[in-house]
């Protein structure tokens, strides 16, 4: 057999491997197309200083007015650091792939042996060898990668739509803590009203000390709570910054608009269930990695006995000058280990992914009916506060209004009901808030799926505000 003949298999394998490139959009098509129909806002990674400018456009042009839900979510996905790093993710696993589909480089071994003795030339060996298993195993190790190259596309998306959620919860969450503050101030004005206006009674001697004390315990009480406000709305803006990945002159943002109503109705516990287990993405993701394992367990079976191997040429130039060449086999074998550990370590890999999906399924589930009830108890209070409790504390303030403007009754029994009207209406607001909340975590828990009709402004009927 001619040189030529062995050497053109490991000709040929080097050439192959030689074409091999890593694609430079690392699989971030295949995100963007999952996240369409889950995730309105655009997403982009970030690759470059061109790139960089770009989303920083979008951001200065989201940031010069006041952010709405949308808007602020909007800002997370182009800006989040944590998320662009995430997307590195992405060119790892690529990587990899496309390692999976390369073999390993032929050694070549050159060796010269002098004699001590005489002036004979100097005699040369040589030799060029690979791993042939390597091509063999090649196949399974590219299933193997790609399949992990699946998984971390859906881990990717997962995080998208994970940060999505946390940033419009935060801006429900910084809506709400501004309108419990502007409701505190006002209940604060009323009660250094009524305060004032004790003050000036007990100087004339109307009422005794202890009346004085109770009034003023009251507005030191809602003076503690006003500042409690202010601290909430410092925290829920802190925390949309950093979602949003903001610092600096960009943290100076403004937000727009109320909470939005409430929608006419809701689907049912079975709906919510079924569209988390049908489109949650990090138990896609779950599937996917006990594939991988599954897939990593048969090349682990496969291969278990024959691990290396190396098929080459070796040559031998004789002190005579002659040349001898031929082809050269290495072969491990398996006495010692026969790969039970490397078999019994990817069957327990398998167990544990397999069982850590099923447990995330179980998690979702409950995740959903929780979610789903939190949301029910919310509705229920937000309606209850909203059709009977505000209309009866606005009753009772017209009443009282009317009462007081006819002499029968005293300004602070006035002051009391608009107190109670403004309390209400802080309660109203935090249901409605939790509902939102509840309502965003069945949305993230179904993969950024609209499993609850979004309201328009007109749907639902919303209360004055405070007063």
């Not at 007990?202 to 202010?230: C, F, I, K, P, Y």
């Not at 070796?314 to 490397?342: C, H, W, Y």
Request: one cysteine or more; aromatic letters at 6%; charged letters at 25%.
């Amino acid at each position: 057999m001619t040189i030529s003949k062995w050497l053109t298999p490991l000709m040929m394998a080097g050439a192959l491997a030689g074409c091999a490139t890593v694609p430079p959009e690392a699989g971030f098509p295949d995100v963007q197309k999952q996240l369409a129909a889950r995730v309105p806002q655009r997403v982009a990674w970030n690759r470059d200083a061109a790139a960089d400018a770009q989303a920083g456009q979008a951001v200065a042009a989201l940031l010069a007015r006041p952010l709405t839900a949308d808007g602020a979510v909007q800002v997370a996905l182009l800006n989040n650091p944590g998320l662009q790093a995430t997307y590195e993710d992405l060119g790892v696993a690529q990587a990899d792939l496309v390692q999976a589909g390369l073999l390993r480089n032929p050694i070549l071994s050159l060796a010269t042996e002098f004699p001590t003795k005489g002036a004979e030339p100097p005699k040369l060996e040589f030799s060029v060898v690979a791993n042939f298993l390597d091509l063999l195993w090649l196949p399974a190790r590219q299933r193997v990668a790609a399949e992990r190259f699946e998984q971390v596309k859906l881990t990717v998306s997962a995080e998208v739509v994970d940060l999505a959620a946390e940033a419009r919860a935060a801006y429900l969450r910084h809506r709400a803590a501004l309108e419990e503050a502007q409701t505190l101030a006002q209940a604060l004005d009323a009660a250094q009203a009524a305060y004032d206006l004790m003050v000036r009674l007990h100087q004339a001697g109307n009422v005794s000390d202890r009346r004085l004390a109770t009034e003023q315990a009251a507005l030191e009480e809602t003076r503690v709570e006003s500042m409690e406000a202010a601290a909430e709305v410092t925290a829920t803006r802190e925390t949309l910054t950093r979602l949003m990945g903001l610092w600096g002159a960009r943290a100076d943002w403004s937000v727009a608009g109320d909470l939005p109503p409430l929608p006419p109705e809701e689907p049912g516990l079975a709906a919510v269930e079924s569209a988390v287990i049908a489109g949650n993405l990090k138990l896609d993701a779950a599937r996917r990695a006990t594939a991988t394992k599954a897939s990593a367990l048969g090349l682990a079976d496969a291969s278990r006995l024959w691990t290396d191997g190396e098929l080459g040429v070796a040559g031998e130039r004789e002190t005579d000058r002659s040349l001898v060449i031929g082809p050269s086999l290495t072969l491990a074998l398996p006495l010692f280990d026969q790969g039970q550990p490397a078999v019994a370590k990817a069957e327990a890999e398998y167990r544990q992914e397999a069982r850590r999906t099923l447990q995330l399924a179980v998690d979702l589930r409950s995740e959903a009916r929780e979610a789903r009830d939190r949301l029910v108890r919310a509705r229920d209070l937000a309606d209850h506060y909203l059709h009977t409790v505000l209309p009866l504390q606005d009753r009772l303030v017209r009443l009282g209004m009317a009462e007081y403007n006819y002499m029968l009754t005293s300004p602070f029994e006035v002051m009391a009901a608009r107190q109670a009207r403004l309390t209400a209406y802080r309660r109203y607001i935090a249901a409605v808030r939790d509902y939102w909340l509840a309502d965003g975590d069945l949305i993230r828990l179904a993969g950024g799926r609209q499993t609850i009709s979004q309201p328009t402004p007109n749907e639902a009927p919303q209360p004055g505000g405070p007063s």
